[in-house]
């Protein structure tokens, strides 16, 4: 499950079939997992929580350099607004890929019963993708995050959680797993998530439609939210929100940027 959410929320440019397939994949380990766990196991979204906690630190999160060598030549400001372009597109294809998947149902018991195997697919999927550009919006806005691979990763979970950026002046108590006031949030976010994916079970055109438009409104949103905290917690300046909207376009279609500061 970790190899395929990596592949789905990675920077592989995959076309719609090979999307679909992939959350087929996806759809029908987590049905076998969901199984195994039991009523209990799915109650209050604990089981759901449990999956994501697994796979966080299998997300591909790329760090400053890497950003750059992948986008060369851009502003702090225009990566960050690539990085939300192409986490905003690929939400919006997963959603559209889960909304038109006629997949396995769901066949873990009751509480989750209602939620075929591929809404939940598509859930832990946008999850990984935002949490993926939360995390590489830090890289970008300069903000580091405290602590090892897993301690970071665990922050930005938390931080996907709560739809903030994450404060690095108080992350010095972070572990590499998530307490109790973190779980219950990551539980709670992975539910309503999971909620809103259901409304797009409908007719074949209509669940695409809805799918790919409510996670685009909703991953546009979170990354205003994470650079409006970023910019508070002393990364680059002058990010306003007039100076950022969304962008619909690639950068080379953005206004000419103005003259490089004086050495």
Avoid: C
């Amino acid at each position: 499950m970790g190899e395929l959410i990596g592949r789905l929320s990675g920077t592989e440019d995959l076309d719609n079939a090979t999307r679909g397939r992939l959350l087929a994949r996806l759809a029908r380990l987590l049905s076998d997992n969901a199984r195994q766990a039991g009523i209990r196991g799915l109650q209050g979204g604990r089981w759901l929580g449990e999956v994501f906690a697994d796979i966080a630190p299998r997300i591909p999160i790329r760090d400053l350099e890497t950003l750059r060598r992948h986008h060369p030549g851009l502003s702090a400001q225009a990566l960050a607004d690539e990085l939300t372009r192409n986490a905003v597109n690929a939400t919006t294809a997963v959603g559209a890929a889960g909304g038109a998947l006629a997949a396995v149902q769901f066949t873990a018991p009751p509480l989750l019963l209602t939620a075929p195997a591929q809404i939940v697919a598509e859930t832990l999927v946008v999850a990984a993708i935002e949490t993926k550009l939360i995390a590489e919006l830090h890289e970008a806005h300069g903000v580091q995050v405290q602590g090892g691979p897993a301690q970071r990763a665990m922050a930005h979970v938390t931080a996907w959680a709560k739809q903030r950026g994450v404060n690095p002046l108080e992350t010095g108590s972070l572990s590499a797993g998530l307490g109790s006031a973190a779980k219950a949030a990551l539980r709670k976010r992975l539910l309503r998530t999971l909620g809103r994916h259901m409304t797009t079970l409908g007719p074949f055109l209509t669940g695409a439609v809805a799918g790919g438009t409510l996670n685009r409104a909703a991953t546009k949103k979170l990354a205003e939210k994470v650079r409006d905290d970023l910019a508070r917690y002393g990364g680059v300046k002058g990010l306003d929100r007039g100076a950022r909207e969304f962008p619909g376009h690639r950068p080379s279609e953005l206004p000419p940027p103005g003259p490089p500061p004086a050495d």
